[in-house]
């Protein structure tokens, strides 16, 4: 099937769709025929991302909607709100939604340890396991979540100890997920970014980006686009015997 409708008539919800990595998915989504619910703690930036979808399928029907995903309550709310606008649950789940909180281990405070973890390894956890639960009481014969970690998680960075903790979580529980959930027909992987160009990195210092830089063999930092081309891969049929993999995009960063 043609690359622009391998994923007609799936319902898709991307979190942390309103920047980044997850705007790029809910566009790449839409554009192979998908709808997609873009979801995100910022109202505003969620709405702007709605906006820039096509629609160019018949019966493509996107929505936007607020949720913190570090919140079980704002989490069930969220895939209510999807039952009741399509009569479905969703058969894609991206997880996209990400923070940082950097400091070295020496100095780093509690609460931004709690917090990366609550949003990156908590949130990833609920939302799986709500997006899991409505696929499976509904009898559908496939779903696929794919998980956005990070090469941080595998290879660790310098003031980043609670986020590549979160990142390395994310994979164990994807692992984890893809076990357990296998006979519902979901498949769960992972897409392990190295160093793209989005909101997230715009705060790392300059002096930092150019060191990082240095080391990609391809010589450059990664396009949002070029990370939703791989979600968008494991999210349709072209990846089925594909479960519990993490796929590192990096430009070659850390190879080996
Ligand atoms: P981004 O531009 O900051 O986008 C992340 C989005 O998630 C933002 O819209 C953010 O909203 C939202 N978000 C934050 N907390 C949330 C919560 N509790 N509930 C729901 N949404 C929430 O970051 P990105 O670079 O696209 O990153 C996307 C994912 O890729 C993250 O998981 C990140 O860890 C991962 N990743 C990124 C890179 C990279 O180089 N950029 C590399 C490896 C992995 P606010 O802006 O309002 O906080």
């Known amino acids: 099937m043609a690359a622009t409708t391998r994923l007609i008539s799936r319902l898709t919800l991307v979190t942390g769709g309103g920047s980044g990595i997850g705007r790029a998915v809910c566009q790449?989504?839409?554009s192979e025929g998908a709808s997609v619910v873009v979801a995100d703690i910022s109202e505003g930036s969620a709405s702007d991302t709605l906006r820039s979808?096509?629609?160019?399928?018949?019966?493509?029907?996107?929505?936007?909607?607020?949720?913190?995903?570090s919140s079980k309550e704002s989490v069930e709310n969220l895939l209510t709100s999807i039952q009741c606008r399509y009569f479905q649950p969703a058969s894609v789940c991206v997880n996209a939604a990400g923070i940082t909180q950097d400091d070295f281990l020496l100095r780093?405070?509690?609460?931004?340890?709690?917090?990366?973890l609550q949003v990156n390894l908590k949130g990833t956890f609920l939302v799986t396991q709500s997006f899991a639960k409505a696929l499976a009481a509904c009898g559908a014969p496939k779903g696929s979540i794919v998980?956005?970690?990070?090469?941080?998680?595998?290879?660790?960075?310098?003031?980043?100890?609670?986020?590549?903790?979160?990142?390395?979580g994310v994979e164990g529980l994807t692992r984890t997920a893809a076990k357990e959930l296998s006979r519902f027909g979901i498949r769960c992987n992972c897409v392990l970014p190295g160093f793209i160009l989005t909101p997230m990195t715009a705060k790392v210092p300059e002096k930092v980006i150019s060191k990082m830089t240095a080391m990609v063999p391809m010589g450059r930092m990664g396009?949002?686009?070029?990370?939703?081309?791989?979600?968008?891969?494991?999210?349709?049929?072209?990846?089925?015997?594909?479960?519990g993999a993490s796929i590192e995009v990096t430009g070659g960063l850390f190879i080996g």
Do not use: W
């Open 28 to 30: 790449r989504l839409a």
């Open 53 to 69: 979808l096509p629609h160019d399928v018949r019966g493509q029907e996107h929505m936007s909607a607020v949720v913190d995903v």
């Open 108 to 116: 780093m405070k509690e609460e931004d340890f709690d917090r990366v």
């Open 147 to 168: 998980t956005l970690g990070s090469i941080v998680g595998k290879v660790g960075n310098i003031g980043q100890i609670n986020y590549a903790s979160s990142k390395s």
């Open 223 to 243: 396009e949002p686009a070029e990370v939703a081309d791989v979600c968008a891969f494991l999210a349709s049929d072209d990846s089925c015997y594909i479960t």
